[in-house]
């Protein structure tokens, strides 16, 4: 699998938006992006995922460049809820019916009132 | 739907002794996932299972660990015999396909 770079931790005001990056310069032309967070205490939830096409879901969006060799994971009016470890993975989808994931170190974001 | 249940959700025990880790999958789902998270290695896959048969368990760290599943609603993890290495808090998830949803997880604290 691809291995994928984040920042450590990032900050964001209450309500604007934050813009989480990952690189991913490695990846292969049949890896899915996906993120991942974690809350402090929790288990990881799923967020979002996609190819090469922009995703949005009721949760966030994720916008992929052409090259696909990095993406962005935005979350539209931060809460302090959102304050978590984001975690970016890319991932073949295994015809075997499981798809393992790896996760890294992913970014520990900060939501500040 | 209750979500993936772990039990116990905290387990303190001494070195030596045998420690089983619970989890019930969501129903439906045919993948299962073990994971161990640590402050020093993160989160780390230890095996996983495809309709019950384990299909990569490379992730398993030694002979003392082992997990299994008897049947589509049911999966263990045990660890015989503990070592204080061993504390951390591991995660069990559960997939119908590209999501994983994972359950709250067991803190193990091994003495």
């Known amino acids: 699998d691809a291995k994928t770079t984040q920042p450590p931790s990032m900050d964001c005001a209450e309500g604007r938006a934050a813009n989480l990056p990952c690189n991913h310069s490695t990846i292969s032309g049949n890896e899915y992006v996906y993120w991942y967070r974690q809350i402090h205490s929790q288990g990881p939830q799923y967020i979002i995922h996609?190819?090469?096409n922009n995703e949005t879901n009721e949760m966030a969006s994720l916008i992929i460049t052409e090259d696909r060799k990095s993406s962005t994971l935005i979350l539209p009016h931060a809460t302090l809820r959102d304050t978590a470890v984001y975690y970016c993975i890319v991932r073949v989808h295994s015809n075997r019916g499981a798809n393992n994931l790896f996760f890294g170190t992913g970014t520990r974001l900060t939501v500040i009132p | 739907d209750a979500g993936v249940i772990q039990s116990p959700r905290h387990e303190v025990t001494e070195m030596g002794q045998e420690v089983t880790l619970r989890c019930k999958p969501i129903?439906?789902?045919?993948?299962l996932f073990w994971y161990r998270q640590t402050m020093m290695r993160g989160l780390e896959l230890l095996i996983y299972?495809?309709?019950?048969?384990?299909?990569?368990d490379s992730g398993m760290p030694e002979d003392r660990f082992s997990a299994k599943m008897p049947n589509a609603s049911f999966s263990t993890l045990k660890i015989q015999p503990s070592e204080p290495r061993d504390s951390a808090v591991y995660f069990c998830?559960?997939?119908?396909?590209?999501?994983?949803?994972f359950g709250p997880g067991t803190r193990l604290t091994v003495l």
């Open positions: 299972f495809n309709n019950n048969v384990p299909i990569d």
């Open positions: 129903s439906g789902h045919n993948s």
């Open positions: 998830a559960s997939s119908a396909g590209n999501e994983q949803f």
């Open positions: 996609g190819l090469k």
